[in-house]
């Protein structure tokens, strides 16, 4: 699988990652479900599908989290059978970015959460501190969009 990157600065720290973590599937977004790193998806909708799940996930996670306990919620993590999901955030100058993570057996959660603190701090220390310009958070077409790869991810397509 490929890394693919829409901000520059994100390459080396998420490669390191992914390398260190063994993780099979990594993307770095913002909270709004827009990417700026991702490794090991074979199809764009599948990216744009699993961010905007990731998104709304860490969205209601954070708040049960207020609800709860006073503060967000600021990581997840789910333990299926074959593989496993790890959701956390990463504190940047700009703001909060979205760590999304799928491993299987050859990693641990233990492993990823390790390689995560050293993630952070690589995203740390590379993120520009004023957000850069570029494309809308949104796309024009995102809700039409996002409408018909739910329907397509849970078969009503």
């Not at 990157?5 to 770095?28: M, S």
């Not at 490794?39 to 207020?66: K, N, P, Q, W």
């Not at 809700?143 to 991810?153: F, G, H, M, S, Y």
Request: net charge negative; glycine share 8%; aromatic share 8%.
């Amino acid at each position: 699988m490929k890394l693919s990157v829409a901000a520059g600065w994100v390459e080396t720290p998420l490669k390191q990652f992914v390398d260190d973590a063994r993780v099979e599937i990594a993307v770095l977004m913002h909270p709004s479900g827009q990417v700026l790193g991702q490794y090991g998806f074979a199809r764009s909708v599948d990216v744009m599908t699993a961010c905007a799940l990731a998104s709304a996930i860490h969205a209601t996670s954070a708040e049960l989290g207020r609800q709860l306990e006073g503060t967000p919620f600021s990581a997840l993590h789910y333990m299926g059978r074959d593989r496993q999901i790890f959701l956390g955030a990463i504190a940047t100058q700009s703001g909060t970015l979205l760590l999304l993570a799928v491993f299987d057996r050859e990693s641990s959660l233990g492993l990823v959460q390790l390689f995560l603190e050293e993630f952070r701090a690589r995203v740390a220390a590379s993120a520009p501190a004023v957000p850069t310009a570029g494309p809308p958070a949104l796309a024009e077409n995102f809700e039409r969009d996002l409408n018909r790869n739910l329907a397509q991810l849970f078969g009503r397509a």
